[in-house]
């Protein structure tokens, strides 16, 4: 089966593309480099030729509420228009656990994204995945200072090639709309992993500080509420790959 991957040169979409060929598929990537423009639709019709399904993984770096919004709706309807003109059976969506608690403004861009969705004529899944063992990192990538002010929140990291596989394997089957949502095998605290990641000596050394947030953040809101798919690898895991 044809099977585009919309920012199939992302973190996510590497390992997406990888696992399609795992399983026999034949992936195209739907990104800049390979001459596609989400945004404004520039080559997704010749990049949808003879595509059976579709996933989108496709990602913005911002928490401006604005600027997330505003690409998941470009790029979701362009996507999902130019799917339904194509005549793609399936189209599968990676989200995220909590963003209907959580009300950032990363976290509006990706509740319009759903919302496109569930309003296209495209028979759809929705994949709501916890955050990857890379969080930890990307906050701390995010704080130049000599401290390192984490958030206090509780997490169940997964590895991003296990909500790879899990994609892969729904993009094979029939449509479900809201799919149970997955996460790691483990609760984490996000300042401690970002502590044992520095202490790696893979990031820059610094003293990480925790900081407390208001709302749902700080009380489980990114956890899931409910039975659904559970990952194996570990953080800890992850850190020992890291290490070597």
């Known amino acids: 089966m044809k099977v585009a991957v919309a920012g199939g040169t992302g973190l996510t979409g590497r390992h997406v593309v990888q ?20 945004v404004t639709g520039a ?24 600027e997330a919004v505003g690409f998941f709706e470009r790029a979701g309807r362009q996507l999902l228009d130019a799917a339904a003109r194509a005549g793609v059976r399936h189209h599968v969506v990676l989200s995220i656990v909590g963003i209907d608690r959580v009300r950032t403004g990363y976290y509006q861009g990706k509740l319009r994204q759903e919302e496109i969705i569930r309003g296209g004529s495209v028979p759809w899944t929705v994949l709501r995945a916890t955050q990857f063992h890379e969080f930890a990192e990307q906050i701390l990538e995010r704080l130049p200072g000599p401290v390192a002010p984490v958030p206090r929140l509780t997490v169940q990291p997964v590895a991003v090639r296990e909500v790879a596989e899990a994609l892969v ?18 609760v984490e605290s996000l300042p401690d992993m970002a502590r044992r990641l520095v202490r790696t000596g893979t990031v820059r050394r610094r003293p990480v500080v925790p900081l407390w947030l208001p709302g749902a953040m700080a009380h489980g809101g990114l956890l899931p509420t409910g039975p659904g798919p559970r990952g194996t690898q570990t953080f800890e895991q992850w ?3 890291r290490r070597g």
């Open 239 to 241: 850190l020992a790959g």
């Open 19 to 38: 696992a399609l060929r795992d399983a026999g598929h034949q992936p195209a990537v739907l990104a800049r480099s390979a001459g596609v423009d989400l």
């Open 43 to 66: 080559g997704l019709d010749a990049a949808l030729a003879g595509v059976e399904a579709t996933i989108d993984v496709s990602n913005v770096t911002t928490m401006k509420r604005a």
């Open 169 to 186: 394997d729904l993009v094979g089957g029939e449509p479900q709309k809201a799919a149970p949502d997955l996460a790691g095998p483990r």
